[in-house]
């Protein structure tokens, strides 16, 4: 089954904020979201798109390249390396994942070491499956066992 594809505000707000040290200020004006005193990323409400700062102007025409569908810039971006996503064309677990991507460039190194130490909560076990019960031989039971004819 495939994740159903499109971002609501809320859920990004939600995925934004539940990054360790993540709050909401504005800039420019604009709701938008920083780690630390550093931009993380913003929901532009005037084409809902979300504002990705990517790691250089290489990966970002690339992802242009791959899917401009999904990816686009605006003059305003032209020379910086960030990429426009269209919200309703990716899903939550991909945002979740882009942004895990931007949050360990602009995280302070000592909190990223603490969360990549912290033990991950263990996945839920399914219930063990029982064993089958054996059957208990009882006296009367090996008796007449030992009374029927062996098979060759």
Request: no cysteine.
């Amino acid at each position: 089954m495939t994740a159903k594809k499109g971002v609501t505000p809320s859920q990004m707000k939600k995925i934004a904020l539940g990054f360790p040290e993540a709050h909401e200020k504005p800039s420019y004006g604009k709701p938008a979201f920083f780690v630390a005193k550093k931009f993380f990323t913003r929901l532009r409400a005037e084409d809902n798109s979300i504002v990705f700062v990517v790691d250089s102007m290489d990966t970002r025409d690339m992802m242009l390249e791959l899917d401009p569908k999904t990816y686009f810039i605006t003059d305003h971006y032209k020379d910086y390396p960030a990429v426009l996503v269209r919200a309703e064309r990716i899903t939550q677990d991909e945002l979740r994942a882009m942004l895990d991507r931007r949050w360990r460039a602009i995280a302070p190194k000592k909190l990223v070491k603490a969360l990549d130490e912290k033990p991950k909560p263990a996945a839920k076990k399914a219930p063990a499956k029982k064993a089958p019960a054996r059957k208990i031989m009882t006296k009367a039971r090996a008796r007449r066992r030992a009374l029927l004819p062996r098979r060759a």
